[in-house]
């Protein structure tokens, strides 16, 4: 019998489990798959190592939510390459992404536009994501359902930040036209392209309070750990061991019953039993195998969010090292065209291991990884035939395209393949090969997200179809919330079972100093 069993061992179902175990709880990983990760994990081949989802950890630095993570579990800081910034590739033009504030405030203005109007804008987006980015490291929760959530929330934002909660109700595509900026080609562009990456919405779509976080993402530092995230993953995993965790990869949970207390999950190893559960796979699958009553109320949402899923295409690459040396940046972002929608190569990210990481690549050669955003229906119900064409000739489109950064990019490979959505549902076994989250909306993010405790106790869900969404950071700052609801369950059951027990010791404490009064038998005559 565990404290808590984590379904699902990618970075929001671990991270709760480091940080539950590092409280003293005894917790166990349910992973279905042979190693850790999911959409943040990796796979090897031919001594190359490659991330199949995110290839960078965010805000994993001190002071950060990950590296309040790594310090809250007693983890040493991730070593790797703190990255200085992208270079993002628009039709006409190169930006440079900086890490650096004062240098992204410069080059932003200098490529994108000087006009008052672009300095009102960005002045608006960098408040912002200030007071917002404080709000979620410093623990703000959304859905907000009771009072003492919306007095949390007050009090994290500050009195004079109050009047910036107004923009809740707005979209990036709203702020953009009350600058008279929304058919600025250039700055449209670049912004399609950051926002489809960090909340998978559009410019009219995405919420502009997640939209000015995802804009300002490099802020908070992007990291790329030694080996990838393979290298990440051989770390955590062996510090949550070293706590006295337990994880079980290839142990897929195919039901849940009970209730908080004494909750069963079934296995085709056997069952395993927990007083609390954790369920960090995506909505979809938890609502498939948790009980009747967390499936009810998960149905409205899923129902909701049927059309808002999207997919990934990736191309993985094993070069020698002198194709990718001509640039200093090891992370690119490219547009090919500002007016054809994004996906499908129209928006595409090219991430290289650094030089010198001989855990992501053999001597002499680097890791690389080309992806792109997709939608999911074309790659449903495909002949074999047909599906191996479409998967052919989307490969060799995305590295035609990165070509444009790497010019020989691709010969000679070591390594050359391409997982599609398909992959994903097979290998990572995400619903329809759904990756990311869902594509936020006013209407499906923040105050109507899904919430971490949908009502059943000891039940929770964590993890990137949950508030506040997809990225790594998103999910550490997930499994910050969550572990803190489960301790406080328990508290509260122990101090429960503790009042219980004092009345039931008081009730026969007062039985057994009672006089005792013999009765005379009753006697008819």
């Known amino acids: 019998m565990y404290d808590v069993a984590i379904v699902g061992g990618g970075i ?35 001594g190359f190592a490659f991330d199949v989802g995110a290839t960078t950890l965010v805000d994993f630095e001190a002071g950060g939510v990950g590296g309040e993570l790594l310090q809250h579990i007693g983890m040493s800081p991730i ?20 890490r650096n504030t004062a240098l992204w405030a410069l080059e932003r203005l200098r490529t994108l536009g000087d006009s008052p109007a672009h300095h009102a804008f960005w002045r608006l987006m960098d408040r912002l994501a200030l007071v917002f980015w404080d709000a979620s490291r410093n623990g703000i929760e959304l859905p907000m359902r009771r009072i003492g959530d919306v007095a949390q929330a007050a009090s994290l934002l500050g009195f004079r930040n109050l009047p910036l909660a107004r923009y809740i109700t707005w979209t990036l595509g709203d702020a953009l036209r009350a600058f008279g900026l929304r058919h600025d080609l250039p700055l449209i562009g670049l912004l399609s392209m950051l926002v489809e990456d960090t909340v998978h919405g559009t410019i009219d779509d995405a919420p502009l309070i997640n939209a000015a976080l995802g804009l300002t993402i490099r802020g908070a530092g992007l990291t790329r750990a030694n080996g990838g995230m393979w290298g990440f993953w051989q770390r955590f995993q062996a510090h949550y061991r070293a706590l006295g965790g337990v994880l079980r990869v290839g142990c897929a949970v195919q039901w849940i019953e009970g209730q908080e207390g004494a909750f069963t999950l079934a296995t085709r190893r056997g069952s395993f039993y927990a007083g609390q559960v954790v369920c960090a796979l995506p909505a979809q699958l938890a609502s498939s195998i948790a009980p009747q009553a967390v499936t009810r109320r998960l149905e409205p949402y899923l129902r909701r969010d049927t059309n808002a899923l999207g997919g990934a295409i990736v191309v993985f690459l094993g070069v020698p090292e002198d194709q990718v040396t001509p640039q200093s940046f090891t992370h690119h972002q490219l547009l090919q065209d500002y007016n054809q929608p994004l996906g499908n190569g129209n928006n595409m990210f090219i991430s290289v291991s650094a030089p010198g990481d001989l855990i992501s690549a053999p001597e002499g050669h680097r890791a690389v990884m080309i992806s792109t955003h997709c939608e999911l229906a074309p790659w449903e119900g495909l002949p074999a035939e047909h599906y191996v064409a479409n998967k052919r000739e ?17 010969e000679n490979a070591a390594v050359y393949e391409v997982a599609t959505p398909p992959t994903y549902e097979r290998y990572l076994h995400r619903p329809r090969g759904a990756v990311g989250g869902v594509r936020l909306t006013l209407e499906n993010a923040n105050q109507f997200a899904i919430p971490h405790d949908v009502g059943v106790p000891g039940f929770w869900l964590v993890g990137d179809t949950t508030w506040p969404g997809l990225g790594t950071v998103a999910c550490v700052l997930g499994s910050r919330i969550v572990a803190d609801g489960v301790a406080e369950r328990a508290r509260s059951r122990s101090r429960f079972a503790s009042l219980f027990a004092m009345r039931r010791l008081t009730a026969w404490s007062q039985r057994q100093t009672q006089p005792v009064y013999s009765r005379s038998p009753i006697v008819h005559k």
């Open 12 to 46: 929001a179902g671990m991270a709760t489990a480091g940080r539950l175990q590092a409280r003293g709880f005894s917790t166990i990983v349910l992973e279905a798959h042979g190693q850790p990760g999911g959409c943040a994990g990796f796979y090897r081949r031919k």
């Open 79 to 98: 070593e790797g390459e703190p990255l200085p910034g992208y270079v993002a590739w628009l039709p006409d033009r190169t930006v440079t992404l900086h």
């Open 394 to 410: 989307v490969g060799e489109m995305l590295v035609r395209f990165a070509r444009r950064v790497y010019p020989c990019l691709g």
